[in-house]
């Protein structure tokens, strides 16, 4: 190809591609204005919708905003409403724990700078008219740039009362100037107070507040707390405000089985005898052997409940161990936990010849031993190359003997009859090394051998109660046991609890958690156990006029040669033995060697004295009739009373000449002890557990006790009861005979039913 035509070539070329470019230049004129027009469109939207959303927002916050200032100029707010904590009783229904709402006064002093001319001059007439406050305590206040501000605290309800009284009259004094007379930065902040109102008085039993709760404000806190309630200010269906209130549910109120008297007396009885003794515990319980209820529970040292951090409320030994510890040290507040804790649940300790009764029940029930057996004691014996002495020589000595004499020996042997697998057996089914299941925070179930560690030394020290670790409630709570027909019962301090419209919604159940041994077991060790008072180490329990059972103890805390030795001082009583009313364990704890040397060997006259001041308190009869131990009563099966009315289980047991006691009240008996069905002897008291189903109206029986008999009778017949009239000896001819013994009194029972009363 010449040049000619390749020029000719590229020059065709060159147009071809100037009309493509024109034809596609021309075809984007076309498509560029729709494309133009898509997106504007689509950024359009886009804007719109983030304008709508900006403006949706705006629109919420403001409406929020403005809602939160209406409500918060014309009404409370929304706040909860603190519930009353329910109140602590004992059983007698004597108040002896409660809380009250106090108030602290605050001014919203930042809110109060911004009102007002006129509302301003209304806030500071009520600081000088009303609250008394200065010009230069005015001053004060208004320095701080602060929303909380209190000008008086811890107020009673009836200063709000006054408050709100005081400003309806200003009101309705401005009301006639055609002004408005008000306050919205004046506020009452409502708390709870809890007042223990006898300070010391069961301190450890009932509990207090540190953070937080002990005792039995920590045991039963989800029935004494209650439910909050709600204040709400809303706007009505017509636009206007309103306050909208859910009242709090108030906690509920809990009956203790607590003897205020008795425990008062405990409480008092404790003290000398501790510091005599020079001991580093003390502990005194009272119980009721049928049912397990704790009557008193006291220990040493104390502290006062309403203040339990206060040094000056100890006694006077612990005072001079606090001034050892540095304040606030972690060794200060160890020991402060230590006395805080209940000691007669928490601490644990050798029971000592407490146990003996135990040894020998468990034989007797087994039938390995006879209650006539003779027992030979040396003063000692040697196990696995082990010298195991006796606290004296006794030579030869029977079953009753052994226990009322405290007989290391006999118990030894008798032990050894039983063998290991049942001695531990028996040892758990009385509830040794397990919880008791006392309501009671943190109780310790102790430590027993196991089964393969009871050797032969083992088994010989345990027989009498050494080497092996128990609490005081368990002790007792055991004890009972063995004098209540045979059966274990649970202990607890809180009867029922009821809401605050007065219905019950917890009972606490006393039926017997299970048997442990033969009813005539337990008959013949109750009479063996008043050999104790009669002839044995228990000789200074004797009350002239009551027959009374126990067994002393004298426990050895650790080993003779240990630095830390100490001793341990018991005794476990019960009186009348015929039908126990009254369970009491005194206990000196950690006694040292020293003060024991000396002379300090028993704490018998200590229950003797406790024992005394509840006989003359509850105005208990004399009673001298007591069977000689040493035989097995027969026993007879009881009969069924569940479901019976009141009357209609009196008649009965009337008939059939049974001692009878009641428990709560109401209508018709819910239970029984001793149980139908079981084996108990003629003279073993039936327990009648009352409940109420609404059926008929009861009424609380009048306490007669020390009136003129044909006083009583008209107090009783008024109140809508049958008096039934026992005279003792010719008082029925002695016109002057007064009531010293009472059936029911203080129960609350149907009208129509039979009280027996007993004159003199």
């Known amino acids: ?5 390749r020029q000719v070539r590229e020059y065709r070329q060159k147009q071809a591609a100037k009309k493509q470019n024109l034809k596609t230049a021309q075809r984007w004129q076309r498509l560029k204005l ?3 027009a898509v997106v504007f469109l689509v950024v359009l939207a886009l804007m719109i919708a983030e304008m709508r959303h900006w403006q949706d927002f705006a629109g919420e916050a403001y409406i929020i905003r403005t809602v939160n200032q209406v409500l918060n100029r014309h009404g409370g707010g929304d706040g909860l409403v603190e519930p009353i904590r329910g109140s602590i009783r004992d059983r007698n229904s004597q108040v002896l724990a409660l809380s009250s709402i106090t108030y602290n006064i605050v001014v919203d002093v930042r809110n109060l700078q911004r009102r007002n001319e006129h509302e301003y001059a209304n806030n500071m007439r009520i600081f000088s008219e009303f609250f008394g406050m200065s010009s230069h305590e005015i001053d004060a206040m208004l320095a701080r740039d602060t929303h909380y501000f209190p000008i008086e605290r811890g107020v009673p309800y009836s200063r709000k009362v006054e408050f709100e009284a005081w400003m309806a009259e200003r009101a309705a004094e401005a009301r006639q100037d055609e002004r408005r007379f008000i306050t919205r930065d004046i506020s009452f902040s409502g708390t709870s107070q809890r007042s223990y109102m006898h300070g010391p008085l069961a ?8 953070g937080v709760w002990w005792g039995l404000e920590h045991y039963y806190h989800h029935l004494l707390a209650g439910q909050a309630g709600r204040n709400m200010t809303v706007f009505g269906a017509d636009g206007h405000i309103m306050t909208q209130r859910i009242p709090p549910v108030h906690g509920g109120d809990i009956i203790t089985t607590l003897d205020l008297n008795i425990q008062r007396i405990a409480e008092e009885n404790i003290i000398p005898w501790a510091e005599m003794s020079q001991a580093a515990h003390g502990s005194i319980i009272v119980m009721t052997p049928q049912t397990g209820e704790i009557i008193a529970m006291v220990q040493y040292p104390g502290f006062d409940a309403n ?8 006694t006077t030994q612990n005072v001079a161990h606090f001034d050892e510890l540095t304040h606030g040290s972690q060794e200060f507040f160890d020991e402060l936990f230590r006395i805080w804790a209940n000691f007669n649940v928490t601490a644990t300790l050798e029971p000592g010849s407490i146990y003996k009764s135990f040894t020998a029940a468990k034989a007797l029930d087994m039938g390995v031993i006879s209650a006539n057996q003779v027992f030979y004691c040396h003063g000692y014996v040697e196990r696995a190359g082990m010298r195991i002495g006796c606290w004296r020589r006794h030579g030869q000595i029977n079953l009753t003997q052994a226990i009322a004499e405290s007989c290391n020996m006999a118990h030894i042997e008798i032990a050894e009859a039983v063998g290991r697998e049942a001695f531990w057996r028996y040892q758990r089914d009385f509830g040794f090394g397990v919880i008791t299941g006392i309501d009671l925070p943190g109780e310790n179930p102790g430590l027993v051998f196991a089964v393969n560690e009871l050797n032969a030394t083992e088994l010989a020290t ?10 005081p409630i368990q002790s007792i709570a055991a004890f009972a046991s063995l004098i209540n027909g045979g059966y274990v019962v649970r202990p607890h301090v809180v009867s029922h609890v009821m809401s605050p419209d007065g219905s019950v919604i917890f009972s606490q159940n006393t039926s017997p958690q299970r048997a442990v041994i033969a009813p ?14 009669t002839d044995g180490t228990g000789r200074l329990a004797a009350i002239e006029g009551f027959t009374q059972g126990g067994k002393t103890a004298t426990g050895e805390q650790g080993l003779q040669d240990d630095p830390d030795f100490t001793w341990s001082l018991s005794y476990i009583g019960y009186f009348p033995v015929e039908n126990p009313r009254y369970l009491i364990q005194v206990l000196l704890h950690d006694i040292p060697p020293e003060v024991y040397d000396d002379g300090f060997t028993s704490v018998v006259p200590m229950f003797r004295e406790m024992a005394t ?4 308190l509850r105005a208990i009869a004399p009673c001298t009739a007591v069977e000689t131990p040493g035989i097995l009563h027969e026993s007879e099966f009881v009969e069924n009373f569940v479901g019976m009315g009141v009357q209609q289980a009196i008649n009965h047991l009337n008939s059939l000449g049974r001692a009878f006691d009641f428990n709560g009240g109401g209508n018709f008996v819910a239970s029984q002890f001793p149980p139908a069905g079981v084996r108990a002897t003629g003279d073993t008291p039936i327990v009648l557990h009352l409940g109420d189903d609404g059926r008929a109206p009861l009424v609380v029986v009048p306490d007669v006790i020390g009136q003129p008999v044909d006083f009583a009778r008209e107090i009783l017949t008024q109140s809508g009861f049958v008096p039934r009239v ?5 008082a029925h001819e002695n016109p002057d005979a007064a009531v010293y013994q009472q059936m029911a009194r203080g129960l609350s029972l149907p009208t129509g039913t039979d009280i027996l009363i007993h004159a003199r």
Not at 203 to 210: E, I, K
Not at 521 to 527: A, K, V
């Open 726 to 730: 026992i005279y003792s000896d010719l």
């Open 203 to 210: 301190a450890p039993v009932l509990g207090f507040n540190h």
């Open 1 to 5: 190809m010449n040049d000619r035509e």
């Open 307 to 314: 203040n339990p951090s206060l040094i000056e409320g100890l």
């Open 34 to 36: 729709p494309i133009l």
């Open 520 to 533: 005539e077991i337990s008959h013949w060790i109750r009479r063996a156990m008043a050999a104790t008072v």
């Open 462 to 471: 345990s027989s009498f109660g050494q080497r092996f670790t128990t609490t």
């Open 613 to 616: 001041e509840i006989i003359r």
